[in-house]
């Protein structure tokens, strides 16, 4: 179980979209409401001091700063759906504190993991980028930044509800660059023209959401056992993901790919990239480390998973996972 230190004990993160705002103007303006500090480690990323209220604040009205949360109200929704099965007694508890967090307008603050993503990526502002399951956008926006506006990016999204989240999100942060695309990823034929020249791709799929469950708040139910999460449910989320990060590599000219989950379990993690290695290593692409001052590398269970990234759902406030491959010759080189 977790035990997890409770959020307003914990520093708040904050993104600068640098297409509306520089970080210096950011520190600025928001320095007048708290101590504010840089991240270090990812780019654009600011430090608040814990309960630090900003979920009205301009600059995140208007895009300038991206806030890394999750309504409570949404994650109940989504554990009312999940747990119908629970008894009355816990489901009518949950439902009071529903309405508590409805009045009281709560939000479970995210770590930087999340932020780590994009970053890890680390597309060439000229590039053509696809991120591959890209609802609600935040990644696809914090690819826009670090490309300063330029370039190409494809946000494919196959559920059509959440579509309009991506909207939002893409017309919020002001991005020119990005083009959506409703359909499967699986089935998009990399060989076709608007794909051949994609040369990074972003791979965040639909995973069980273990690693965020302490924003959840699932394992305060009597019922939560991290370790018992349905086996069949992971069965198929990993079928999906190995599926999912072949297809990746499969592009001609991708050189770089990023495949992230917000999900604590090998099965999802470690296991999807060890099985999908030898195809890898067969394309020419490579392990490499993003973030390699990190200390939290994959779990060794094959040789190469120290390239591996692991974010700690207690220390780190969401248990992330992160691997990159990288390829120095791809089948299509870029024409000149
Ligand atoms: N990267 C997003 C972000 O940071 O905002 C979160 C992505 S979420 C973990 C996974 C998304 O993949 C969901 O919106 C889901 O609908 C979408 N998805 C699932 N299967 C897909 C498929 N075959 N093709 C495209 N999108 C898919």
Request: hydrophobic share 40%.
């Amino acid at each position: 179980a977790f035990h997890q230190t409770p959020d307003v004990l914990k520093p708040r993160y904050v993104r600068v979209n640098t297409l509306k705002l520089d970080v210096e103007s950011a520190i600025l303006q928001l320095g007048k409401h708290a101590k504010v500090q840089k991240d270090g480690l990812v780019p654009d990323l600011l430090m608040l001091p814990p309960n630090t209220d900003l979920h009205d604040h301009p600059l995140i009205m208007n895009g300038s700063v991206f806030m890394q949360v999750r309504p409570l109200v949404v994650n109940f929704m989504v554990f009312l759906k999940e747990n119908l099965g629970c008894s009355c007694s816990s489901l009518s508890l949950w439902i009071m504190m529903l309405f508590v967090c409805i009045r009281m307008h709560m939000y479970a603050f995210q770590g930087k993991a999340s932020s780590m993503v994009a970053a890890a990526l680390g597309p060439e502002p000229d590039w053509e980028v696809l991120d591959a399951c890209s609802a609600p956008g935040n990644k696809t926006v914090h690819l826009a930044a670090l490309m300063g506006g330029n370039g190409k990016i494809i946000a494919c999204e196959l559920n059509e509800q959440r579509l309009t989240r991506l909207r939002q999100t893409i017309n919020l942060s002001g991005a020119s660059n990005i083009e959506v695309l409703h359909g499967d990823f699986l089935k998009l034929n990399p060989r076709d023209l608007p794909y051949s020249k994609i040369r990074a791709i972003l791979l965040d799929p639909s995973c069980s959401g273990s690693g965020t469950t302490a924003n959840r708040l699932d394992h305060l139910l009597p019922s939560y056992d991290a370790n018992t999460q349905d086996a069949e449910r992971l069965n198929k989320l990993a079928s999906f993901q190995k599926k999912a990060l072949a297809h990746a590599l499969s592009f001609p000219a991708v050189e770089r790919v990023v495949y992230s989950t917000c999900s604590i379990h090998q099965i999802e993690n470690e296991d999807v990239v060890a099985s999908i290695l030898p195809l890898a290593t067969s394309l020419g692409f490579q392990l490499a480390a993003p973030f390699p001052k990190w200390n939290r590398r994959g779990l060794p269970v094959f040789s190469g998973s120290e390239y591996l990234l692991r974010t700690d759902p207690v220390e780190d406030k969401e248990g992330f996972f992160i691997a990159l491959f990288i390829r120095k010759d791809p089948e299509i080189k870029e024409e000149s």
